[in-house]
């Protein structure tokens, strides 16, 4: 057998013929890769996981739950089967999922509560939603956050598995077998100026600055600067302090109405100025 040497020519002839060769199986790699996307992983939630949103959302029967991107169908089956909700809608692009979820609510016993339906996400009207789930891979909740609070109505819930939505804090957040649950409920908006008028005729003016849920503001009674204390926004309903005397209503647009409650004021409203 010849013994095998090494030139220094043929050594820069080989690297350069493998040097053409990487660069072509890259360029190869690449345009493979731009033309044929690979196909994204189906990874549903696991059920300890699904059980804890839905617990979280504290589903009511006349709750009407949309599951973004349902998959097999197990959120909106198990929010009206086992946990109370009225109906569920499930939305999804993949029609194998989609036959394969509205054959688990036939199998449920619940496909005269649960609807499932062929549509984009993003183009979902949330609206008649009052609770929201959601589990996408990627970054579709960019587009999430101001889409909810603009279509949304304040109260509902939103519960996400895996990701956050950005600055708005959620108002509970839970780890279950690894996988993190976040829940918000959607704030009214109360930011700007009000004219509360009490029982007696009195009337203070208002400020109070938002984000998102979070409220702090300040109170003025006939040109004196009033200490307007531990505001709380939750969903539709506000509470503050005002001269030892605690206020809680219901913003309903560009009002408040009084809610009756334990030590709170009574007989007075706010408007919106
Ligand atoms: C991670 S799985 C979650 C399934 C289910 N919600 C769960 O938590 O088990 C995401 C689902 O969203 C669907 N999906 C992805 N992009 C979508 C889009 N733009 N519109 C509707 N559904 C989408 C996928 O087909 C997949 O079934």
Redesign the pocket.
């Known amino acids: 057998m010849a013994p095998f040497t090494l030139r220094a020519g043929s050594l820069r002839a080989r690297t350069a013929t493998l040097t053409i060769t990487l660069a072509s199986l890259l360029s190869f790699a690449g345009n493979a890769a731009a033309s044929t996307a690979p196909a ?1 992983p ?4 696991p059920y300890p996981v ?1 059980e804890r949103m839905l617990e979280m959302a504290a589903l009511q029967p006349d709750d009407h739950l949309i ?6 169908g ?2 909106a089956i198990s929010a009206v089967k086992d946990w109370n909700a009225g109906s569920a809608l ?5 029609s194998a ?1 989609l036959a394969q979820a509205q054959q688990n609510a036939e199998e449920a016993g619940v496909a005269d509560r649960v609807r499932f339906e062929r ?4 183009e979902t009207d949330l609206s008649d939603a009052s609770v929201l ?5 990627n970054a ?1 909740n960019l587009w999430l956050q101001p889409v909810i609070l603009k279509n949304m109505n304040p109260g509902a819930r939103v519960l996400t ?1 895996s990701f956050d939505l950005g600055e708005w804090e959620p108002d509970q957040s839970d780890t279950v077998e690894g996988g993190t649950v976040h829940m918000w409920t959607v704030p009214a908006s109360v930011g700007g100026k009000w004219q509360l008028t009490t029982a007696e005729g009195t009337e203070a003016l208002i400020l109070i600055e938002q984000s998102y849920q979070r409220v702090v503001g300040s109170a003025e009674i006939g040109g004196e600067p009033m200490m307007l204390s531990e505001p709380h926004l939750h969903g539709n309903e506000i509470r503050f302090t005002i001269d030892s005397r605690q206020y809680v209503g219901k913003v309903e647009g560009d009002r408040i109405v009084p809610l009756e409650g334990t030590d709170v004021a009574v007989g007075w409203n706010a408007q919106r100025i």
Do not use: C, E, F, M
């Open positions: 994204r189906y990874v549903p939630t699904v599951d973004l991107g349902s998959g097999d197990r959120i499930g939305i999804d692009l993949n999922r549509a984009d996400l993003q789930t959601v589990y996408q891979l579709k598995h």
